[in-house]
């Protein structure tokens, strides 16, 4: 049984600092892109972060990009995304995700295994 489960969300002042983890488990975790969502009340949820099987290259959206870091470890099968300089707009429940094939890292249709997220707020 495919499980992604993300942790580390909580609420911190703008310009702070937040470290999520994803631990994934009943899939080849090494084959898989993965990638983070994020959703805010009312809005679309929208691709934040992305990193190929290898972790060799990775994808961000125009408004993380510099301030969010994706990283995996193949090794113990979880997947990070290191925020700083964190903004009110950037409140929102996030989601990671995995693909086995992508056509555009960041679109969440090429997605297939999602966790239940973990929450987000930043307070100005």
């Known amino acids: 049984q495919v499980q992604l489960v993300e942790s580390g969300g909580g609420s911190v002042q703008a310009g702070g600092t937040l470290r999520l983890s994803c631990a994934a488990s009943g899939y080849t975790y090494s084959r898989f892109f993965m990638g983070w969502f994020r959703q805010a009340p009312g809005k679309e949820r929208e691709g934040v972060a992305a990193i190929t099987p290898g972790g060799g290259s990775t994808y961000y959206a125009a408004s993380v990009k510099g301030r969010f870091t994706i990283s995996r470890d193949n090794a113990k099968n979880t997947l990070y995304l290191q925020m700083s300089s964190l903004k009110p707009e950037d409140t929102a429940m996030y989601y990671c995700?995995?693909?086995?094939?992508?056509?555009?890292?960041?679109?969440?249709?090429?997605?297939?295994?999602w966790g239940q997220g973990t929450q987000v707020t930043v307070s100005s």
């Open positions: 995700a995995a693909a086995q094939f992508v056509l555009n890292a960041l679109s969440r249709q090429n997605y297939v295994y």
